[in-house]
Each structure stands twice: as structure tokens, then as C-alpha cells.
């Protein structure tokens, strides 16, 4: 299994959940269906009250 997550921010910007997606080893790439995720989340985030600054953080490594 493979899977991508991103996290869900309250008003105050503290995380308050995580959204992930997972699926089958090898049936899809990873790098196209993150952009997605990513932006799911911030949706939510959105409807939580969180005004997100700009770009978005992408993580290390």
C-alpha cells in the first residue's frame, strides 16, 4: 500500500486532523495525486476558519 497525507488546520492554526489517501502498491503515482490531497485539505482547513498565508509547506526530505 502507498499513501499521501496532508493536515487539516483549525482558525487558530493549530492541526486539527489529518487527511490521507491510500492505495494499492504501484497503481498510482504518488507525485500527481498529492496536488490533490494538498489542496483537499486546505479546502477543509478553509472551511474551518484558517485564513492559510502564502504557499504552501511541502515538508523536508
Known amino acids: 500500500m502507498d499513501s499521501t497525507a496532508t493536515r487539516i488546520m483549525n482558525a487558530d492554526g493549530e492541526v486539527a486532523a489529518a ?3 491510500v492505495v ?3 497503481s ?3 507525485h500527481t495525486l498529492r ?3 494538498i489542496a483537499a485539505g486546505l479546502a ?3 472551511g474551518l476558519g484558517r485564513q ?3 504557499g504552501v509547506w511541502r ?3
Open 19 to 21: 487527511l490521507s489517501v
Open 52 to 54: 492559510p498565508s502564502a
Open 24 to 26: 494499492s502498491s504501484g
Open 59 to 61: 515538508g523536508g526530505g
Open 28 to 30: 498510482v503515482d504518488l
Open 44 to 46: 477543509v482547513s478553509r
Open 35 to 37: 496536488p490533490a490531497v
